[in-house]
């Protein structure tokens, strides 16, 4: 007895037989079907039936291509992502009637032949005759199937595209013998299921289920009669039966499909009538693919997360690998970014910074302790268009954002003081720190620093003579002090500590072995430098950033994510050391503007040469921030300039980056706990001159450009001065680099 399928219909052995049967006796005439002539076939009958034992033995049908979601903490969207968009659903899922609609208008016997439909061959061969051309067609919708199979496949390279699709013979025999062997291990429901969500039906919606929702916004499940005609009329040219661009042809196109359904039996000539009076009704939903689409300005960190995606290893070996898993999608991505912190970063973003500013801002916060990116935004949109950009400013270049980062100013200050103390410096530790110094030789983990060109640097104002001990010197982010520390211990200490935080370029590079680096003179990213302060709020522990909670597949199957790396950067009481100089930076320092009601809060300020860059970076046990303010071009000196609608004779780092900080913490921490930091005693030495460079409100973060002599006097009595430590006289050795409109390094 024959062996049966499912569905009926011969053995796989039987249709292989009658196939070459028919395709040996009639010649070409099959290639005549949809070939407009056999001349052209450029393969012979004989030798495609010889050659069909040779065709794989194996379809390899790839998993569907479908949108990824991208999802906040708490599992809110923040963006759908797709190379192309398809939700893959199951059969119970899709409406009956478009079941019924396109076995209708497609394979009106699907459920009565085999792989080969004999009958519809014969059918069409004797139409086409008549016609004298290819009036009709005879592939199955299995293998329809198949083809399409094909072009999934080759994805987006036209060569590959090309060759799934080419009309020749030997194409064709290899589609009916993948045919053949997919309704022999599939059956026709699970065929039906997969046509219908592969299949492309226009408007850039591949699949029922995304059909659906793009022209109707309803479920696949959901579908009437007539809307279910619509779409299965729209398969067969998907640009001439739009419903959205030519409405009449696709009404025409329906009532096609609608009178198909009825001579079949599916519905009556009556409901068929009725459905084909009926007007067409979209419910249009227009495409929201990619990071553009982002909710709450997450944008940028929704292109952060896909630059993860692909280049960490643990998505693939290679970078094709991870493309390729990426673009197939289908996967829900639970990231780290916090609703609320989000939320926040972007109402204090736009309170002070306007995206038609001159200047930008960007903002990034993450959580000590486990490296968690909570919020990451900036005042020009993730865009195209006028005071839009694709650039993350709060990131390194690898990673989406500018060429080279940007100066960090005087935040840099805190890891020099943080090397001294593990060095055995005191917290008390006393520099002469004069008005201004030339820059001293220096050794560093090579050979010494020879300032050769004789640059100098000098403090913000006249007022600000030494000595000062590491308190106040912080507070008053006084430069010479921290010239004269790295003079002391030298520069192998902080960029080895630099290092254990993580705190390269935005360009990549490691840091130079040169003093000015005490001073910010290099590029950094937001994000560097809030998760290098947050190993202070974690008392010494450094942990690599981390953008990525869970990734799982279309099909339930959780993959690796990237974790957080955490080591012992410096000791404990060295980082409660450096939380007690930098809590008086916002208590009575240049970062007053910046602290947080109710809760225990430290910081830094920063500006650079001619007030190009200003920076805040701050946390409190819980919380770690960065603001940087400043041109991407570095092409805007920021005095008298309007910024959010205030004007600015002077930016400085407590001034504008600082609120933004503030504002951007409080909303953050909300109804969050507020746990004190561990902090040390660090006594203030008695000064004969207690009005001796007294703050005057600046932001002293960046060289200063004056000229007068040091005072080398001693005001602390009983404190020893390191000797050798005194400068004297030359120019500002600051930061005078510039960038171009395009991001790239200016000469």
């Known amino acids: 007895m024959p062996k049966k399928r499912s569905g009926g219909g011969l053995s796989t052995t039987q249709q292989a037989a009658k196939f070459l049967g028919v395709a040996a006796l009639s010649g070409v005439v099959l290639a005549g079907i949809a070939l407009p002539a056999a001349g052209a076939l450029g393969l012979a009958t004989k030798g495609t039936v010889e050659g069909f034992d040779e065709i794989p033995s194996n379809l390899k049908t790839p998993p569907l291509s479908q949108r990824t979601t991208i999802l906040d903490s708490k599992g809110g969207l923040i963006a759908s992502v797709y190379s192309r968009d398809r939700k893959v659903v199951p059969l119970k899922d899709i409406s009956p009637y478009m079941q019924q609609a396109i076995v209708a208008i497609e394979d009106a016997r699907f459920y009565k032949h085999g792989a080969v439909d004999l009958k519809g061959i014969l059918r069409a061969m004797n139409r086409n005759v008549q016609s004298g051309g290819t009036a009709q067609g005879a592939s199955t919708l299995t293998q329809q199937y198949v083809k399409n199979v094909f072009v999934e496949e080759a994805g987006d390279d036209p060569d590959k595209v090309a060759q799934a699709t080419q009309q020749t013979m030997g194409r064709k025999i290899q589609e009916l013998k993948y045919a053949i062997q997919v309704e022999e291990e599939l059956g026709k429901k699970k065929i039906l299921e997969n046509y219908l969500n592969i299949t492309f039906f226009g408007q850039q919606a591949y699949g029922i289920e995304a059909a659906s929702q793009r022209y109707f916004s309803k479920s696949a499940k959901d579908l009437t009669l007539e809307e279910s005609a619509l779409l299965a009329g729209v398969v067969q040219s998907p640009s001439r039966f739009d419903p959205v661009n030519d409405a009449a042809e696709a009404t025409k196109r329906r009532n096609i499909v609608l009178q198909r359904m009825a001579d079949v039996g599916n519905v009556s000539q009556k409901a068929a009538d009725k459905a084909k009076a009926a007007p067409i009704k979209l419910r249009v939903k227009k495409p929201k693919n990619g990071c553009i689409t982002a909710t709450s300005g997450a944008g940028f960190f929704c292109d952060y997360v896909r630059h993860v995606f692909l280049t960490d290893p643990v998505y693939g070996k290679t970078k094709e690998d991870r493309a390729k898993l990426w673009n197939r999608g289908g996967l829900t991505i639970r990231t780290t970014l916090d609703p609320q912190s989000q939320q926040s970063v972007q109402n204090s973003?736009?309170?002070?910074?306007?995206?038609?500013?001159?200047?930008?801002?960007?903002?990034?916060?993450?959580?000590?302790?486990?490296?968690?990116?909570?919020?990451?935004?900036?005042?020009?949109?993730?865009?195209?268009?006028?005071?839009?950009?694709?650039?993350?400013?709060?990131?390194?270049?690898?990673?989406?954002?500018?060429?080279?980062?940007?100066?960090?100013?005087?935040?840099?200050?805190?890891?020099?003081?943080?090397?001294?103390?593990?060095?055995?410096?005191?917290?008390?530790?006393?520099?002469?720190?004069?008005?201004?110094?030339?820059?001293?030789?220096?050794?560093?983990?090579?050979?010494?620093?020879?300032?050769?060109?004789?640059?100098?640097?000098?403090?913000?104002?006249?007022?600000?003579?030494?000595?000062?001990?590491?308190?106040?010197?912080?507070?008053?982010?006084?430069?010479?002090?921290?010239?004269?520390?790295?003079?002391?211990?030298?520069?192998?200490?902080?960029?080895?500590?630099?290092?254990?935080?993580?705190?390269?370029?935005?360009?990549?590079?490691?840091?130079?072995?040169?003093?000015?680096?005490?001073?910010?003179?290099?590029?950094?990213?937001?994000?560097?430098?809030?998760?290098?302060?947050?190993?202070?709020?974690?008392?010494?522990?450094?942990?690599?950033?981390?953008?990525?909670?869970?990734?799982?597949?279309?099909?339930?199957?959780?993959?690796?994510?990237?974790?957080?790396?955490?080591?012992?950067?410096?000791?404990?009481?060295?980082?409660?050391?450096?939380?007690?100089?930098?809590?008086?930076?916002?208590?009575?320092?240049?970062?007053?503007?910046?602290?947080?009601?109710?809760?225990?809060?430290?910081?830094?300020?920063?500006?650079?040469?001619?007030?190009?860059?200003?920076?805040?970076?701050?946390?409190?046990?819980?919380?770690?921030?960065?603001?940087?303010?400043?041109?991407?071009?570095?092409?805007?000196r920021m005095e008298n300039i309007t910024i959010g609608g205030v004007y600015q004779a002077k930016v400085y780092g407590g001034q504008v980056p600082g609120p933004i900080w503030r504002d951007a913490m409080t909303g953050a921490l909300s109804g969050v706990a507020a746990p004190p930091f561990n902090t040390v005693n660090i006594p203030d030495p008695q000064k004969s001159d207690p009005d001796k460079g007294k703050d005057k409100g600046r932001d002293h973060g960046r060289p200063g450009d004056g000229g007068s002599k040091p005072d080398n006097g001693n005001p602390f009595p009983g404190i020893t001065i390191p000797p050798n430590l005194n400068g004297g006289n030359g120019n500002n050795g600051g930061d005078h680099r510039d960038r171009n409109d395009d991001g790239t390094q200016g000469p």
């Open 349 to 636: 973003i736009a309170q002070h910074v306007y995206k038609s500013d001159k200047v930008a801002t960007a903002v990034t916060l993450v959580q000590p302790g486990t490296g968690r990116i909570m919020g990451m935004g900036q005042s020009k949109p993730y865009g195209f268009g006028n005071n839009e950009t694709q650039y993350n400013y709060s990131v390194n270049k690898d990673m989406g954002g500018s060429n080279y980062g940007f100066p960090s100013g005087s935040t840099f200050k805190p890891f020099v003081a943080a090397a001294a103390i593990e060095r055995g410096r005191p917290a008390t530790q006393v520099y002469s720190s004069p008005y201004e110094m030339p820059y001293p030789t220096v050794q560093t983990c090579d050979k010494p620093y020879v300032n050769t060109n004789g640059e100098s640097v000098p403090n913000e104002d006249e007022s600000e003579r030494g000595p000062y001990a590491l308190k106040e010197a912080m507070a008053k982010s006084v430069n010479t002090y921290f010239i004269q520390m790295v003079q002391d211990i030298g520069l192998c200490p902080v960029t080895q500590l630099t290092d254990k935080l993580g705190v390269i370029q935005g360009n990549g590079a490691k840091l130079p072995q040169t003093p000015a680096i005490a001073l910010g003179t290099e590029g950094m990213s937001p994000l560097t430098m809030a998760s290098a302060y947050a190993t202070f709020a974690n008392r010494g522990t450094y942990c690599t950033p981390v953008a990525i909670m869970s990734v799982s597949k279309a099909n339930g199957r959780a993959l690796p994510v990237p974790k957080t790396s955490c080591s012992q950067a410096m000791s404990p009481t060295t980082a409660d050391t450096v939380n007690t100089l930098l809590r008086g930076v916002i208590d009575s320092g240049t970062g007053k503007q910046a602290g947080l009601q109710s809760r225990d809060s430290a910081g830094k300020t920063g500006t650079t040469d001619f007030r190009k860059n200003a920076w805040f970076v701050g946390y409190t046990p819980n919380m770690s921030g960065a603001v940087w303010v400043g041109s991407p071009t570095q092409g805007v």
